[in-house]
Nanobody, 118 residues
Framework: QVQLVESGGGLVQPGGSLALSCAAS????????MGWYRQAPGKQRELVAI???????NYADSVKGRFTISRDNAKNTVYLQMNSLKPEGTAVYYC????????????WGQGTQDTVSS
């Protein structure tokens, strides 16, 4: 059973920073793709950033230049450093993983609430 355990996040003022981490476990040898999605109140879940095992990354246009995704393959852990946060960044952030290149199964973390407010 794949488990994704998230940590980090919380409350920050506009312009501040938050860091998230997510560790995958459950008999996993490696994880092909890991990433972060977010869901704001009343909105659909959207991609924030993803990173592949080889290091390639994709970011939502809204976070480019402010967020950085990274991973530690040895620990099957993904990180998200969020800088210059805006109020519209308030959302529940979910960790996501796909185990192999041909997998269509998405594994999700429990979500962590991040609030950007003064």
């Amino acid at each position: 059973q794949v488990q994704l355990v998230e940590s980090g996040g919380g409350l920050v003022q506009p312009g501040g920073s938050l860091a998230l981490s997510c560790a995958a476990s459950g008999g996993i040898f490696s994880v092909y793709r890991m990433g972060w999605y977010r869901q704001a109140p009343g909105k659909q879940r959207e991609l924030v950033a993803i990173i592949y095992s080889g290091g390639d990354t994709n970011y939502a246009d809204s976070v480019k230049g402010r967020f950085t995704i990274s991973r530690d393959n040895a620990k099957n852990t993904v990180y998200l450093q969020m800088n210059s946060l805006k109020p519209e960044g308030t959302a529940v952030y979910y960790c996501n993983a796909r185990l192999t290149t041909y997998s269509t199964t998405d594994h999700w973390g429990q979500g962590t609430q991040d609030t950007v407010s003064s």
